[in-house]
């Protein structure tokens, strides 16, 4: 909830930030955002203005800019900080129909590849399910299982392990 | 920002063998008891100077990395006989050895040769079996190992698994850029033949009965697809390649059918696909993951990997669908299995205690013995005499294959110069 935008107050938001001389914190944006929340009436707007929506998602200070969701060991369980993150991707992907993304599943290198596979994949499906809750078309949201196929650390530690247990959001052609 | 790359580096070749080994092969835990034989360097009679392939040196080297022979080193033979003839028993007799080898090869004109051996019975003096086998030059390293299969054959009472294949796929990073190679070599590294190479993620290799043609996963579309291959024309098809998972291959034993997995309808589940009119077959129902599909040697019934009970274990299916019977108990997680040849054993990855080894699970006694003490040790395969299993373990960074006698006394590694290997298919007999 704390990060749920709507389009527009992204794109105003990216504005008001690329103007402070302060940079701009997330929590600020978060707050920001709550406070605005039930102006749907001009999400259409947003649409409609597709120039500047690109500016949130590129926007390395907007919550979009984060698109790993990481879980835990044999686990497709999404945390509650992550659940307010993929409201924002959300939120964005509801205003913005024409916008498609891919949930790539990743897994850790224990166990069976194939059956890694399956945990990649039950991943994405659970990120897809949040998405499609919040209002994204499915038309929009294309998942592959990576498995273990794809690390994002290389190595044998746990560390490396909690870095590629997780689901990445592929904004297409961006 | 990401770029998606749609240059696939995709190259469909059988590139010809080189004289080197792909996969070098290290035996790391002997065998008392091996049984004491002598292979005597061939005989050679042609144009050149040396001849071709060093026949004894691949029988010699296949023997000893069966666990069960003990081939005298070079230094010891006391004598280099090439004939009956010349074959002094008492000789031998005092050495211990129990068996001798004995062969020539011939050059025939044209490219072609003869190679025949003789194997002996040093105590009773007694040939065992002789054989003369014409051969072309390409195929000169196989008829190695088929000597081979013949001499432990006979001394075992056993087939051999000698003149067979290794399916499996390395990984290399150039640069930025990560390349996969699906490759064939020999049982003992040699001949390593490319399939495909990719930059995106090969899994899977699959053998069919016949040993002609071979199933795998390619991402090479940025998502999963299913193939087959024909292992001499390298002539494909792409046979699944649905919304979702398109995985685990698995050849019926009669050529006819392909066990696979799909997502399509929601969840991955096992089908059966008639590879004829591609119709499909669903034979699992369960929200849970079912996967790793593998055909028991009768063909009757399939095994597979499903968390259904909260943690992936195997069960076993009909063919036709149906009941799932749940076959393994012990420890936390057993999954993708592969059958002995005989239909009596299954290996599998067992995790215990955050490490993953190789377990096989007596399917009459339902007893289960691990076989490895690796960390992260997967996908095996038995080798087509039921005597071996090779998978893919680590050591240090690198990824290596392995392979480990069925009663675990008895191991070695298989490893590249350079880069990764992962998941070994061993071949069957068929298909020579």
Redesign the interface.
Known sequence: MKYQLNGLFAVLLVGILAGCSTTGDKAAVGDAAVEDRGTTAVTSGVGAAGSFAGYSL?DPASPLSRRVIYFEF?SSNVSAADQDLLASHATYLAGNSGQMVTLEGHAD???????N???G??RA?AVRRILELQGVAPQQVN?????E??PAA???SDAAWRLNRRVEI???G? | MRVIFRTILLYLTIGAGTGQAALTIEITQGMEGAMPIAIIPFGWTGSAAAAPENIAAIISSDLSRSGRFAPLPDRDLVANPTTAEQVQFHNWRMLNVDNLVVGQLKETGAGGYTIQFQLFDVFRGKQLIGYSFPVSHADLRRVAHHISDLIYEKLTGEPGAFNTRIAYVTTANTGAQKSYTLLIADSDGYNAQTILRSNQPLMSPAWSADGKRIAYVSFENETAEIYTQDVASSERRKLAAFKGINGAPAWSPDGRRLALTLSRDGNPEIYSMDLASRALRRLTTNAAIDTEPVWSPDGRSIVFTSDRGGAPQLYRIAASGGRAERLTFEGKYNAGADFSPDGRKLAMVHGKSGAYRIAVLDLETGLLRVLTDGQLDESPSFSPNGSMIIYATGTGNREVLAAVSVDGRFRQRLSLQAGNVREPAWSPSAGN
């Open positions: 590129d044999d290198e224990s166990g069976s590849r194939e059956y596979i399956g945990l994949d039950r499906q998942t592959v299982s990576y498995g196929e794809k290389e190595g044998h592929v904004y297409i961006r």
